[in-house]
């Protein structure tokens, strides 16, 4: 009787969900843009640890998927100062709040971050605000996230942080330049 009621369960899950599959949002072009960037990509990293340091350097790889037709997801992988570091992203665009969404993990911190912002078709230029927590002193902290598409193959991504006392200036904390692999 068991097995009976389980498929039957089964059998009303998928009849529920075949409408709601048919009536799922069709991608706008703003999704449809996301796609732009699946595929691997080479990276050559640029960190600051302070608004006035030398930059460290390092490499890294990125690979995007899309899952459907509605979300980007990034995978990095890179070494920074001799330690491995992998995050994992997920980008898509809210079409009610009218805003690319979304969120940020990785192997340093514990804290998840969630990101939106916009994008400038004639500067190619999305801007991102991502809100998460200040690993050192646990308080919430907000960064600026910047890439501009130079072309198909290429594109740099700029993060900045707050400068405390200057309300409305940010430092750059890193640079990101990725190049399509082919």
């Not at 992988?77 to 079409?95: A, R």
């Not at 709040?97 to 230029?125: A, C, R």
């Not at 927590?133 to 919430?140: E, I, L, N, Y």
Request: with cysteine; charged share 25%; glycine share 6%.
């Amino acid at each position: 009787m068991r097995c009976v009621t389980r498929y039957l369960f089964a059998a009303l899950l998928l009849a529920a969900a075949v409408p709601a599959a048919q009536a799922q949002m069709p991608p706008t072009a703003e999704h449809k843009a996301l796609e732009s960037d699946v595929g691997a990509w080479d990276a050559k990293v640029q960190m600051w640890a302070t608004a006035d340091a030398e930059p460290m350097a390092s490499k890294a790889v990125e690979t995007n998927k899309m899952l459907g037709k509605l979300w980007l997801l990034s995978d990095f992988e890179g070494d920074f100062g001799g330690m491995k570091f992998t995050g994992h992203m997920q980008l898509g665009y809210d079409p009610l709040k009218k805003k690319y969404v979304g969120t940020w993990i990785d192997t340093i911190s514990p804290f998840l971050q969630t990101m939106e912002g916009t994008y400038d078709e004639k500067t190619k230029t999305s801007t991102m605000l991502a809100t998460g927590v200040d690993m050192a002193t646990g308080k919430p902290t907000t960064s600026k996230m910047v890439t501009r598409h130079v072309s198909d193959d290429e594109r740099v991504f700029e993060m900045m942080m707050p400068v405390e006392e200057k309300e409305g200036e940010w430092w750059k904390m890193m640079e990101v330049t990725y190049t399509r692999r082919k």
